[in-house]
């Protein structure tokens, strides 16, 4: 099974240590990158305004995502240069990096891709896990840097850990699984001679030119835009929330932390299933119905506003590409004094169905078109709870994780919301969430997973589940 958490409960094997990073060369010939035409997308230009405004907070703001898997043979430095190369090479989101203009506008400049070279530094012994993952996060610069992306080999007896760090600007989940068996099959080919093939890969350039192509056609009277703020209207204005208070009245930064939990075996999890299939739904929906049922019991509040992430690839080759494809779509769910799990369940797949057609649509774009009658009450760098329903059994790889030991980690950056991942794994469904440090958000996040798994295990034993509400209000 595919290990997920923070950076900080990662637990290398130990060993002699080297790290890939963009040549000197390379990084001089980028700097003299020309502006390009193409804006980062909507995502990516919040994203690096973000880690503007919290220059100070004093640690990485921006997230860093790392993963591994281990190789059972000896390293060979050279191929692993050849690889990480071609890697970079084939995937332009590594060609771009971002400036800030004196107006403050954010800028794209684009490296021709024949410039980008690596070269390895051998750092010796690392002793501890400790020092393996100080050294990745320190080497590894953030956003507004070309070179947010570093690669590294761990060696031990018999074989090597390969890592890869990437800023998120550049990747996301789907990216992250993709990289894995690109450079698994970039070394093989040039460490063993092996023609292992590779798919055709689209342009993350391309597809950030067609989202800002989109926004561009929007207006506040466009049928999307419109769908959003009467979506955020009826919540109040507001963006949703988490349903228990976090701790974070307080001013300042806190600290991400992380809680990882197994929720039953894949016999249980097909149940779950099978009943959301028997009343028109499939598992996402079900499971955004079952947050609306905790939602509902901890606030006594009958209108849920679910966000869950949505890939924004389409098909063809930009399935293989490496980048951050992802929005979130809106998925609302009334539950009232009548409601049950399998009465709810239908109307949560109708509304997933509906928020699919906002893929294109950013909410961000969508905030820039309000106007002040609509009483949207939203600030800059806004964050939501987000339910995340992830099939892993379904990844390109996923049947070599377990034999290569993978594992998907992130920084322990800031957080004010929490994210909620449900991995289905051949064998088992986890929970994992990403939440704020805080006393509050602990004692919050242990009620809360009680609640959910106490649902959706009813559902998967018996078919059914009615909330226990108080009267409900909107």
């Known amino acids: ?59 990485r703001f921006s997230r860093l995502c790392l993963q591994a898997f281990d190789f059972q043979a000896p390293l060979n430095h050279e191929a692993m240069s050849t690889a990480v190369t071609r890697f970079l090479r084939r995937h332009d989101t590594f060609t771009s990096w971002f400036s800030v203009e004196n107006d403050g506008a954010i800028v794209r400049h684009v490296v021709d891709p024949e410039i980008i070279e690596v070269s390895y530094t051998e750092h010796g012994e690392m002793s501890t896990p400790a ?36 800023d998120h600007l550049d990747t996301d989940g789907i990216s992250q699984a993709l990289t894995c068996v690109e ?24 597809y950030c030119g067609r989202e800002r192509g989109i926004s561009r056609e929007l207006t506040r009277e466009s049928d999307e835009v419109q769908r959003w703020i009467e979506l955020l209207s009826e919540h109040g204005g507001h963006l949703p929330r988490f349903p228990l208070p976090l701790g974070k009245e307080s001013e300042g930064h806190t600290r991400s932390a992380h809680l990882s939990q197994q929720v039953f075996d894949e016999a249980a999890m097909q149940r779950f299933e099978d009943v959301c299939k028997a009343n028109g739904s499939n598992v996402t929906a079900g499971l ?59 109307e949560a797949a109708q509304s997933y169905d509906a928020g699919k057609k906002l893929t294109d649509v950013s909410l961000h774009r969508v905030l820039q078109l309000a106007r002040p009658e609509d009483g949207l009450d939203i600030t800059p760098g806004w964050s939501v709870p987000m339910v995340s329903f992830v099939d892993v059994r379904r990844l390109p790889g996923v049947d070599m994780f377990d034999a290569i030991n993978g594992c998907l980690y992130g920084n322990r950056g800031s957080s004010e919301e929490v994210f909620m991942w449900i991995n289905r794994f051949k064998d088992v469904t986890s929970l994992t969430y990403l939440y704020p440090d805080t006393e509050a958000g602990h004692t919050a996040l242990r009620e809360y997973t009680d609640k959910f798994v106490e649902i959706i295990t009813a559902v998967a034993e018996q078919g059914d589940y009615a909330p226990a509400v108080p009267a409900l209000t909107r």
């Open 183 to 206: 450079l698994m099959t970039l070394y093989m080919n040039a460490a063993f001679g092996l023609d292992g093939a590779l798919p055709e890969v689209g342009s993350y350039i391309d």
């Open 1 to 59: 099974m595919v290990s997920f958490g923070l950076i900080d409960e990662w637990t290398p094997r130990t060993g002699r240590l080297t790290s890939w990073t963009l040549s000197d060369d390379a990084k001089k010939a980028g700097a003299q990158a020309p502006a390009h035409p193409v804006p980062a997308s909507h995502q990516q230009e919040e994203y690096l305004r973000a880690a503007l405004r919290n220059r100070s907070a004093g640690f």
């Open 288 to 346: 955004l119905t079952v947050a609306a049922l905790v939602y509902a019991e901890f606030t006594g509040e009958s209108g849920y506003l679910g966000m869950t992430p949505k890939s924004t690839r389409r098909p063809g080759p930009e399935l293989s590409s490496v980048g951050w494809f992802t929005s979130l779509i809106p998925v609302p769910v009334t539950v009232d004094s009548d409601t049950s799990f399998t009465s709810a369940v239908s």
């Open 131 to 166: 020092q393996i993952r100080e050294h990745v996060q320190d080497e590894t610069p953030g956003p507004f840097e070309w070179n947010c992306f570093t690669f590294g080999a761990i060696e031990w007896e018999g074989g090597f850990t390969l890592y890869s760090a990437v």
